[in-house]
């Protein structure tokens, strides 16, 4: 499996991003999905997480009520609104999927693909 994350930018606090992720390969729809951050200096740290059936969805408290996860099975994406953002939001975000019919997950350590990253930089 091979991910392609997008949609990171500039944005003036307050203001929206949405992020994409599009997977290759198979058993997309079988993947728990995830979305994880890592701001310089710090560990990566985990935001928001889908389970392959969209019946299960996980947030940080951070994150919590501001940010949306969603996939598209028939596309092969999953997706992160960002609303409302603040300049501690300012990360490079990874998406990442588990194992075919992995359980949803906030660690780190339970995802097996990684994308290679997309930049978010809120000003104040």
Not at 15 to 32: E, K, N, P, Y
Not at 56 to 79: C, G, M, P
Not at 99 to 118: C, D, E, F, K, P
């Amino acid at each position: 499996v091979q991910l392609q994350a997008s949609g990171g930018g500039l944005v003036q606090a307050g203001g929206s991003l949405r992020l994409s992720c599009a997977a290759s390969g198979r058993t997309f729809s079988s993947r728990a999905m995830g979305w994880f951050r890592q701001a310089p200096g710090k560990e990566r740290e985990f935001v928001a997480a889908i389970s392959w059936s969209d019946d299960d969805i996980y947030y940080a408290d951070s994150v919590k009520d501001r940010f949306t996860i969603s996939r598209d099975n028939a596309k092969d994406t999953v997706y992160l609104q960002m609303d409302r953002l603040k300049p501690e939001d300012t990360a490079l975000y990874y998406c990442a999927a588990t194992y075919s019919g992995g359980r949803l997950s906030r660690l780190v350590a339970m995802y097996n693909y990684w994308g290679q990253g997309t930049q978010v930089t809120v000003s104040s």
